[in-house]
Structure formats: C-alpha cells, structure tokens
C-alpha cells in the first residue's frame, strides 16, 4: 500500500493482502480424482503455487468445513462430519421399538457411517472396520455383514430383497461374487441374526413424520461405545488414521 491510494483503495487492497494470506490449494486425494473418472496426473503443487507464492498446500484443518473439537466424540462425527444422519436415527428408534438389546440399538445407529461420512462402496466392512477397537465384537459384525445381508431374503424374519434395490440397481443385478461368498459364510455364523437384525431395521421411509433427534441415544451410545478420552482420531488405535481422513479429508501428507 502507499500514500497516493483512497481510502477505499487502501481497504480493497488490505482485503487482497488478508485473503492472499489466507489462500491455501487443495490437492484431491487419488480417490476423488478416480471417482471423477479422471486419469490425469496428479496436480503439482509446485506449479500451482509459481501462480500464487503465498498460498500453501493443506496440512491442517480445511477452513471449508466446520472446525473440529481438539478430542472429537463420535456425537462430534455426526454433528460435523457426517451428513444427514435420519435414515440411521429413524432405524435405530425402529430397533428400540422392537426391543432389540442396546448394542443392536447402537449397530443399527452406526450401520451406515460409511456411507454418511467416509466411503460408500462395501461401506459395510468400512464402516465396521471404523468402529472395531470401541464396540462389542458383535456390533462391528453385525455392521459388516448388514451390507452383504441386505441383497438376500430371509423369510422367517420377513425379510424381502428391498424394492429400492430392484429400482435403483435394476431387476437383473447380481451381487459380486466376493460377497456371495461372504453370505454364503454369514449365514451360518453364530451372530447371523445380529446382521441380519440390522437389516430388519435397515428401513428408509418407515415414518416420513417421525423425527428422531441423536440426544435420544447419547445414553447408549456412553454405555456401548468406548470413546477413547484422547479423541476419535488420535488414540492411536489401528484406525485413528481413517477418523483422521474424515476430519482433514484434503489433506496433503
Ligand atoms: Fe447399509
Ligand atoms: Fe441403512
């Protein structure tokens, strides 16, 4: 700045100065890129910050979205990371109605955490595999197996192949054969009826006028969700690092 500019020029170029300070590049993870369906080579940060010295690569929190607690809980995941969390509340309270035991209650909350929140494919297994060091052993099965459940009836518990599924993967889809095979040793498991429970409440439009709020189910989530006191992400547990992708997603290293 300098003594010749106006007020409002000095201001303009004050702002300029404060969001050049602030500018940062998100480089997208390979994931993303494939999911665009896009080969390129990944973007070089080198070149993209020859245009704009100031800015730097992403190796803290993405100021796009809202700022995390230092020692995150799982309420935190739902309140700032995952989306829209009625389909999981709504299967939960359906659970409760049915007088499943809590930790089928708190399976049936977290069944689809995957999908809300990090990866949508086999987001059974992920979704599992997130949750294994702080659940019961039945619970993180249960998830994994919900998702390969879903494609297979079971009459005695008046179980259909979802309608939805007809409509949205056509009439002539089959499952993959790696999860054939996992039905195939599901079904004779001794917590079958635990996966296949959480189908049973797996519902997407029970009550489009029931509104189920988290707060319903913090008490169980205390009792059968180990919250390590370190935070989600940071308790080096073997999958603090996936916790960690979803609070910096875009992060560079
Ligand atoms: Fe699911
Ligand atoms: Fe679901």
Known sequence: MNDTMTLSQRADALEQQMSDELDYIVVKSRLYSLADADMSPPPNAGAMMAKNPKARVLMGDDPRLPAMPEKPTLIDFFHYRFGPATHVLQSARHAVNAGL???????CLLHDISTMGFIR????????QLVEPYVDEEVTWAIRAHQVLR???DEA????YPASYVKTFGADYRPDDYVEADYKRMRDHKWYMSGRMITVHDIYSFDPNVHVELEEFTDVIGRNFRQPKEGLGFDNSPVAHMWRAMIRPAKYL
């Not at 494919?121 to 599992?128: E, R, S, T, V």
């Not at 518990?157 to 259909?160: C, F, I, L």
């Open 101 to 107: 035991p809590e930790k089928m209650v708190l399976a």
């Open 121 to 128: 494919g086999d987001h059974g297994y992920w979704g599992a």
């Open 151 to 153: 494609f297979y009836p």
């Open 157 to 160: 518990v008046g179980y259909e």
